[in-house]
Structure formats: C-alpha cells, structure tokens
C-alpha cells in the first residue's frame, strides 16, 4: 500500500477537518524519523526555564485515573512506542517550559515570554540537525 509521505500540515484543510484530532496527531507520529514535544510545565524553578529532555528516559505508562484528563504526553509517547513499535520515531526530544501560571487565559506571563523565542531557536536548530533548513521552516 503506498503511504503518503508529506507532513499532515500540508493536507487540504477540509481533509484535515474531518479527521477528529487525536487519529491526526497519532498519524502525524507515525513512520516519522524524528519527533519535537513542546509542552508547559510545573517543577519549582524560575518561569521561563527551558529544559530539554531525551524522551526515553520520561516515558511512562498511564495510570488511568477517573477521566483521560490525566492523560499527558509522556503517556503518549509511551503509548505511541507500545503501538506502533519500530514505525514510532526513535529521535524523540521533549522541550519543557517551566510555567509562570496554568491559570486560563491568552496570554504568557511575562517571565515566560521570552522562553518561547529561546524554545523557537531550539527547535529551528533542531530541525537543521536533521536535514530541515531554515527556509523550510514556517
């Protein structure tokens, strides 16, 4: 069966708004040689800390809990190796940026601000390590 090889971005918009989004995201993972997890998160340091994580050392299993709200990426990533096995990128890296507040709203908080360009720099360095120039970056 031939399999279609260009990013699920680049997919017609009304293809891509019939699929719901977690068969999407799974597909988007799956035969990809390569995988950027870009998330908030809560440790105890400073706002706007930038920490970079190999994501076979933080993968784990889900512990099911009264609703799939609890459901996280690193229960993702778990889950997508069990699944998928070899077709699940083996080039996995995890950036994590340390949050000012979790609190709804459209707005960073100031301390976190500027993680977001050092996060964007990180990536786009990233993806020149494997072969994607800048150009192609949107």
Do not use: K
Request: hydrophobic share 45%.
């Amino acid at each position: 069966r031939a399999r279609r090889t260009s990013p699920p971005c680049r997919r017609s918009p009304r293809r891509a708004r019939r699929r719901p989004a977690r068969h999407t995201a799974r597909a988007a993972a799956r035969g990809c040689t390569a995988l950027i997890v870009v998330d908030a998160c809560v440790t105890g340091r400073a706002p706007g800390t930038l920490f970079e994580l190999p994501a076979e050392a933080i993968a784990a299993p889900h512990r099911p809990g009264i609703t799939l709200h609890d459901f996280r990426w690193d229960h993702a990533l778990y889950a997508g190796r069990a699944m998928y096995g070899d077709a699940f990128p083996a080039d996995v890296t995890v950036l994590l940026v340390e949050a000012g507040s979790l609190a709804f709203g459209f707005r960073l908080s100031p301390a976190v601000e500027p993680a977001v360009g050092q996060a964007v720099a990180r990536i786009t360095e990233l993806l020149a390590a494997r072969g994607v120039p800048a150009a192609e970056v949107p």
